[in-house]
T-cell receptor
Framework: AQKITQTQPGMFVQEKEAVTLDCTYD???????LFWYKQPSSGEMIFLIY??????QNATEGRYSLNFQKARKSANLVISASQLGDSAMYFC????????????????FGKGTKLSVKP | DGGITQSPKYLFRKEGQNVTLSCEQN?????MYWYRQDPGQGLRLIYY???????QKGDIAEGYSVSREKKESFPLTVTSAQKNPTAFYLC?????????????FGPGTRLTVT
């Protein structure tokens, strides 16, 4: 079974509007971390935002926020006021804690969502 | 400027040849990682190293080899045993062992084998 599922292969959003990219995860570890990365067409992976499983509040970083619903095992990325430069692939990733394979710091990635921002 | 460098950006090889992809970091990170990305896919872990002179296989290590003789360097060799070597290869490093530490990525090397 996939540990990270991103169900939207591609999404379109109008410039200046908000968009939500979905991510669901599967783990039995009570201690885990969730990450979102952006990959422009150039290929480099850019870290956007982190949410820990014990964090009480949803993470925010500038125009990025994470809608974390622990009971539903979802960690959706919300991008507010979309810009043309937001057009890219977006990947959700998870790190599990020690004892669940996470002691080595490895990330498990979803297959990504391609976001296209329309002018 | 601290960061991770991967060279070259594009690499072309003939089938049957081994090829080594370079990854260098000046971030003083202990942990380093190699990922493979195929079109429309996420990243899959090939090898990782937590410390100099030590490394472990990831999910798709067959046909690949690595070395970690220096903290700054983690080269990946794609051998002729790798059945489908054409892919985008990303190197990453990590500053600490806590859950919250993100991985820092290099710009990647796109390998084409014909």
């Amino acid at each position: 079974a996939q540990k990270i599922t991103q169900t939207q292969p591609g999404m379109f959003v109008q410039e200046k509007e908000a968009v939500t990219l979905d991510c669901t995860y599967d783990t039995s570890d009570p201690s885990y971390g969730l990450f979102w990365y952006k990959q422009p067409s150039s290929g480099e992976m850019i870290f956007l935002i982190y949410q820990g499983s014990y964090d009480q509040q949803n993470a925010t970083e500038g125009r990025y926020s994470l809608n974390f619903q622990k009971a539903r095992k979802s960690a959706n990325l919300v991008i507010s006021a979309s810009q043309l430069g937001d057009s890219a692939m977006y990947f959700c990733a998870m790190r599990e804690g020690p004892g669940y394979g996470g002691s080595q710091g490895n990330l498990i990635f979803g297959k990504g969502t391609k976001l296209s921002v329309k002018p | 400027d601290g960061g991770i460098t991967q060279s070259p950006k594009y690499l072309f090889r003939k089938e049957g040849q081994n090829v080594t992809l370079s990854c260098e970091q000046n971030l003083n990170h202990d942990a380093m990682y190699w990922y493979r990305q195929d079109p429309g896919q996420g990243l899959r872990l090939i090898y990782y190293s937590q410390i100099v002179n030590d490394f472990q296989k990831g999910d798709i290590a067959e046909g690949y080899s690595v070395s970690r003789e220096k903290k700054e360097s983690f080269p990946l060799t794609v051998t002729s045993a790798q059945k489908n070597p054409t892919a985008f290869y990303l190197c990453a490093s990590r500053p600490g062992t806590g859950l919250s530490y993100e991985q820092y990525f290099g710009p990647g090397t796109r390998l084409t084998v014909t």
